[in-house]
RNA sequence: GCCGGGAUGGCGGAACUGGUAGACGCGCCGGACUCAAAAUCCGGUGGUGGCAACACCGUGUGGGUUCGAUUCCCUCUCCCGGCACCA
């Protein structure tokens, strides 16, 4: 065995043997049980990123390790290959998206492939390729035809100069990303998915997705946002129809002074028409962006439409106002203002001087109001309702504060729930109200004004109006020679595309022009990859074999909306009967960024300059603390500005190619994955890569030394001394801890130290018996059989190197021996009133009061005892004795 | 603004179910090898005090529960992800 590592030989060796055997490529058996491994699929932006290394040696540990447990593993790769990046591309080089696309993803493929990770490339779909996207226009005509899908307005950022829809990504401060314009809202047709169909399944099932991370469940649940409330309409006046609301607190109906809708709402646009100053206020409002991170954090602003409508039960009139933070897409679209009892109305009531009218009190406060002695005093004042200040318990529904109505005729002294079952049977009786659930969930429009992207599959007839396009047609294929400019969709212009004849009358008609979101996609790819060849169906009897999927692999932004489009067309195909499942991920990873430092430098006119980490030198003090951060090129300092996620904007990205070109795919693999556990941001060290590095050379020299040195038989339990009954059982308590933190747990971290801490003992034992040798090559076999799903490439060589003749991926993964790990003595900590202040060995299963009387006994011990009353002992099995004394 | 998550030595992190805080790695210090350096190997390394044995302090902030809290509860600060047209 070749004494040095050498990475780029063995790692060439192993990927071109996998290659030649089709190592990767897996078949459906189904007397076997399978197991199907996804990560996300990567967009094409150009070459592999951090990121992408990450989240794909994830799943490959996963894929290797479930293999190596016996189990039928698919693991394929693909591209989310439509989106913006590759019209931005075009704008900025004139290269048709198509090619930009193709180009990169033949380069991309080559990274993965260096990489060593074990996808099956049969698989391989690409979802621009018509052979793929021909089923987004199939499924999309079939939830047409059953209501699925529909048509309406939507509210898009519009760009007045370009003449153009953005992006949110592509407003900045408000303003269109190229032509620097004031971004207006625009109200066009588009299409939607009825998601909102299955808001109740969508919500109701993740309690069956136990696999699935406590937080990703509870932001989609918040996601749906089910809420019970009343609807409310409030009568215009004139016998001419209500002004309906939804609301959760129809138990302070009694407390409505205004009502507020939203600046697109149908009654304020009815009361601009005749209201310069108004139409005015509702035009400001259609400035900005569409984003409701923005909207959220606007100034709250209004203006009185001077229309009143009827209060349903108090019969007074109530002003209508127009308000910026009553959003058109939730509920009505209109409000009843509380200001009393909801912070938002509060404020808006402060701004504009509307009457607030407290119709919610509670019992301390009651009480202190009748001059109960015992409630009064200062830590009670908090809860005088003054109408000058907020105060949380205004707003408290039923807690430890028990709240209830006053100042509200038939409702005063009920609590919430009583009150609102109440207004809602009084409102029924009216023909007023009913109880509603509304969910915040929308539906999904799915149109956009963009070339680079699935077309919809629709033909547009003077005289048939709408009309999808027929089965037989599709693929409609979208163009790949046409270049953006940025003004808008060059599919409009292009009539190949364009012109075509109606299916349903025969006439000249034009083809419609917008494209899917790509969220269309990514939302059924999984159940592609295992029938990526079929062209005469979506999905056939082998996507019922694999799925769901068994692990799915990806980053913590996709915790809503991708996940959550996923779901939805899951269901929806189920329900199409094309699909046997209900919930596509069984178990669901989801992995923190990766982050490197940032280093910049503010040039006098205040001009940042940022310099890439591997361009600055760092120098430590005695103690390694941080003294300096130089630039390499001219040695002046550069500042730092913490740690944030490698982009192209704060140049502090790493290219996984050239660590892969200096120390080869497993160094890679093995720091990103040591670095931190998958959940967890990564931040990048590369004196952390250096480190990785030297343990590979470690464990090669170790398995290169000990073959050096001849033949070793096997171990023999029964023979071991004491020290190498210890290293036997060291060997099998990694074993069983790598086994249960790869499998179990997902922290290759913590499996990858458990094998460092086992190579640094067999180092050390330096045991020169037949038994000693026998316990050595254990140790090895063992190690390597363990990284092997880490690093597969130098374990793969090292394993041969041990006389194995069959693939390592193969091989059977270890299982501790119960023997091997019994002690003969247990070592207890003792603590005096939690402190620790010595330790006592005692058999295993000792008895409490031997274990008592070794503890109290202790020499260590005693001299925080001796002359103190002795009140407590606790004793915890296996690990301590807390002696309380006074 | 709203929803979700995070904060532990000089640094990345470990401590899995409330039970020895700092595993493993990096960095740093000392030593071996070398003409020398690199590489490699050996030893040390949370802070403060002490010659030492040892003691005290210590898991973002302030409080609480407990024999015992990095872990559970409340408060605050800062950082990160998402907010429906980036993917």
Redesign the pocket.
């Known amino acids: 065995m070749d004494p040095r590592y050498d990475p780029a030989v063995i790692e060439a060796a192993a990927q071109e043997r996998w290659r030649r055997e089709r190592a990767f490529h897996v078949v459906e058996e189904p007397e076997r049980p399978k197991f199907y491994c996804l990560s996300m699929f ?2 094409p932006s150009g070459k592999l990123h951090m990121g992408h290394v990450r989240n794909y040696t994830i799943g490959d540990v996963i894929t290797r390790y479930q293999r190596m447990r016996g189990r039928n593993v698919l693991q394929p790769m693909g591209w ?1 290959a ?4 590759a019209e931005n591309a075009a704008i900025a080089n004139g290269v048709p998206p198509a090619k930009w696309t193709w180009d990169n993803i033949a380069y991309m493929r080559r990274q993965l492939q260096s990489l060593g990770f074990a996808l099956d490339w049969e698989r391989e779909i690409a979802t621009c390729d018509p052979r793929y996207y021909r089923w987004n226009q199939w499924l999309f005509l079939r939830l047409l035809e059953r209501g699925l899908v529909y048509k309406k307005t ?1 509210t ?2 519009w760009d007045p100069v370009d003449q153009t ?6 407003v900045i401060e408000g303003r269109g990303w190229r032509t620097g314009a004031v971004v207006e809202k625009r109200e ?1 047709p ?1 299409y939607y998915m009825r ?1 909102t169909a299955y808001a109740e399944e969508l919500l109701a099932a993740l309690d069956s997705l136990p696999g699935w991370p ?3 469940r ?2 989609q649940a ?2 749906i ?1 089910r809420s019970e409330g009343v609807e409310i309409g409030f009568p215009y006046g004139a016998g001419a129809g209500t002004l309906n609301v939804f609301t959760t607190r129809a138990d302070t109906l009694y407390g409505a002074t205004y009502v507020a809708v939203a600046a697109e709402h149908p009654l304020a646009v009815r009361a601009a028409a005749d209201n310069a100053e108004l139409a005015g206020f509702v035009e400001r409002c259609r400035q900005g962006s ?4 923005d909207l ?2 606007l100034e709250k602003e209004g203006m009185d439409t001077g229309l009143q409508v009827i209060h349903p039960l108090t019969g007074d009139r109530l002003p209508v106002w127009v308000a910026n933070y009553v959003l058109m ?2 509920g009505e679209g209109a409000i009843m203002a509380v200001p009393a009892h909801d912070e938002r109305d509060f404020e808006f009531a402060r701004k504009y001087g509307l009457p607030i009218r407290q119709v919610i009190s509670n019992a301390i406060e009651e009480r202190r109001r009748r001059g109960d002695a015992d409630v009064a005093g200062p830590e009670n004042v908090r809860f005088d309702f003054e109408v000058t200040l907020w105060k949380p318990w205004y707003a408290e529904q039923e807690g430890e504060v028990t709240s209830f109505c006053v100042n509200s005729g038939p409702l005063d002294g009920l609590p919430h729930q009583a009150a609102t079952d109440r207004i809602a049977a009084l409102l029924e009786e009216k023909g007023l109200g009913r109880k509603r659930i509304q969910f ?3 539906d ?7 070339y680079w992207g699935c077309p919809i599959p629709i033909i547009h007839c003077a005289v048939c109006g709408e009309v999808p396009v027929p089965d037989e047609q599709l693929p409609v294929v979208l163009p790949d020679h046409l270049v953006p400019d940025g003004s808008g969709n060059p599919l409009s212009g292009d009539h190949a595309f364009l012109d075509c004849k109606c299916p349903g009358c025969g006439a000249a008609a034009r083809r419609e022009t917008d494209t899917m ?3 269309v996609d ?1 939302s059924w790819y999984f159940l592609r990859y295992p029938c990526a060849d079929q062209s005469r169906a979506m999905v056939d009897e082998r996507t019922q074999y694999w799925l769901p999927v068994d692990q799915y692999i990806g ?8 996940l959550l489009y996923a779901r939805f067309w899951t269901k929806a195909m189920r329900d199409l009967g094309l699909i046997g499942i209900d919930e596509p991920f069984s178990n669901l990873l989801t992995q ?2 990766v982050l490197n430092e940032i280093f910049l430098r503010r040039g006098e006119d205040g001009r940042i300059t940022y310099f890439n980490p591997a361009d600055v030198d760092l120098e ?1 003090d ?5 003294t300096a951060a130089r630039l390499r090129a001219d040695r002046l300092p550069v500042e730092s500005d ?4 490698m982009s192209k904007s704060k140049n502090n990205g790493v290219d996984p190619q050239a660590l892969v070109d200096r120390y080869g795919a497993d160094t890679a693999r093995l720091f990103i994955m ?4 998958p959940e ?4 990048w ?1 590369d ?2 890569v ?3 590095y ?2 590979l ?2 464990l090669w ?1 170790l398995a290169a030394d000990h073959l050096a040195a001849g033949a070793a038989g096997a171990v023999n339990a029964a023979a071991l001394t004491q020290a190498q009954r210890d290293l036997r059982r060291k060997i099998h308590e990694t074993i069983a ?1 790598v086994d ?2 790869i499998g ?2 997902c ?1 290759f ?2 499996a ?2 458990a094998v ?2 086992l190579t ?1 003992a067999l ?2 034992a330096d045991d020169p018996t037949p038994a000693g040798r026998a316990l050595m090559r254990e140790g090895i076999e063992m190690s390597v059989l363990l990284l092997s799903p880490i690093v597969p490439h130098i374990t793969d060589a090292i394993w041969r190197e041990l006389g194995h003749t069959g693939s390592l991926m193969d091989a059977r993964w270890p299982v501790a021996e119960p023997g091997a790990l019994t002690r003969s003595t247990v ?1 207890l ?1 003792v ?1 005096v ?5 010595g ?1 006592v060995a005692v058999a295993p299963g000792a008895a409490q009061e031997d274990i008592r009387a070794a503890a109290l006994g202790n020499a ?1 011990v005693r ?2 005892t001796d002359g103190r009353e002795i009140r ?1 002992v ?1 004793i ?1 099995p296996g ?2 004795i ?1 002696i ?1 004394v006074a």
């Open positions: 990567p967009y989310d439509f989106g913006l990046p939507g898009v950022n829809v953005l992006a949110n990504e592509q066009i588009m998601i406590e937080r990703v509870i932001m918040n996601w946002g569409v984003m409701e991170a959220a954090t897409g939730y915040r969930l929308r999904w429009g799915i149109s956009r004004q963009r979101d790509t969220f990514s980053g913590i932004e996709h915790a809503i909306l991708h923190g960024m430590t005695a103690r390694g603390q941080r913490g740690m944030g996620t040591f670095a931190s556990p967890q941001t990564l931040e060290s004196a952390g250096e480190g990785a030297r343990f050379k470690r020299r801890k249960d933190d179990r747990r922290t971290n913590t990858i130290a460092m801490e640094n180092s050390r070592d900590v603590q009133n939690g402190k620790l202040r330790h260590d001299r925080f407590k606790i915890v690990r301590l807390n309380v």
